[in-house]
């Protein structure tokens, strides 16, 4: 059972705008910085956002991290259907003796 | 550019052990950390351990604790991950990732940059 908790799957449609939730507890979320990653089919996940709300160079504005508290949301704006990927949060927790814990993922769906 | 170059599909047999190597370039490889997080088919993502590429200091997740050995090799710029006594549910995709502000620890940063992948199949 993963540590962070993530909706199984969320869809919109091409434009829209689409967020994804992770939720966790006092030791992790509410206290660490989360980043978020994407997974498309097949492939190693990429980095999308850091520092809760940090995007490395070359990922698009569309992409935005924000955190309150014991959960974070990532959101994609201007869905493209090559946006259709698993979506992971991932922070540590200071009760596991600062293990990282990713959420269980989400999968996107654009319609 | 960075890069992470992982060694090739492996299959094992239960008990076996298996070493996984990641080869990096385009950075200087002790200014950064090493994550390992491994897929089991159809799952999501599991992190392993962390060592630093500047000193080889090592942190193995509690779980894998005993079974699994981190190294470094800071003259080729590579990094290995060895798991011991495999058992069906190691079967797995196994990534090694840059672990960007991990130098000195593991309870910082993010990993930015992630190896392409190494499967590992376990069967009788």
């Known amino acids: 059972q993963p540590v962070l908790t993530q909706p199984p799957s969320v869809s919109a449609a091409p434009g829209q705008k689409v967020t994804i939730s992770c939720s966790g507890i006092s030791s992790n979320i509410a206290a660490n910085y989360v980043s978020w990653y994407q997974q498309l089919p097949g492939t190693a996940p990429r980095l999308l956002i850091y520092d809760n709300n940090r995007r490395p160079s070359g990922i698009p504005d569309r992409f935005s991290g924000s955190k309150s508290g014991t959960s974070a949301t990532l959101g994609i704006s201007g869905l493209q259907t090559g946006d259709e990927a698993d979506y992971y949060c991932e922070t540590w927790d200071t009760s596991l003796n600062d293990e990282r814990v990713f959420g269980g993922g989400t999968k996107l769906t654009v319609l | 550019q960075v890069q992470l170059v992982q060694s090739g599909a492996e299959v094992k047999r239960p008990g076996a052990s298996v070493t996984v190597s990641c080869k990096a370039s385009g950075y200087t490889f002790n200014t950064y950390g090493i994550v390992w997080v491994r897929q089991a088919p159809g799952q999501g993502l599991e992190w392993m351990g962390w060592i630093s590429g500047y000193d080889g200091n090592t942190y193995t997740a509690q779980k894998f604790q005993g079974r699994v050995t981190m190294t470094t090799d800071t003259s080729t710029s590579a990094a290995y991950m060895e798991l011991r006594s495999l058992r069906s549910d190691d079967t797995a995709v196994y990534y090694c990732?840059?672990?960007?502000?991990?130098?000195?620890?593991?309870?910082?940063?993010?990993?930015?940059?992630w190896g392409q992948g190494t499967l590992v199949t376990v069967f009788s």
């Open positions: 990732a840059r672990h960007k502000g991990g130098r000195d620890g593991y309870n910082r940063g993010t990993f930015d940059y």
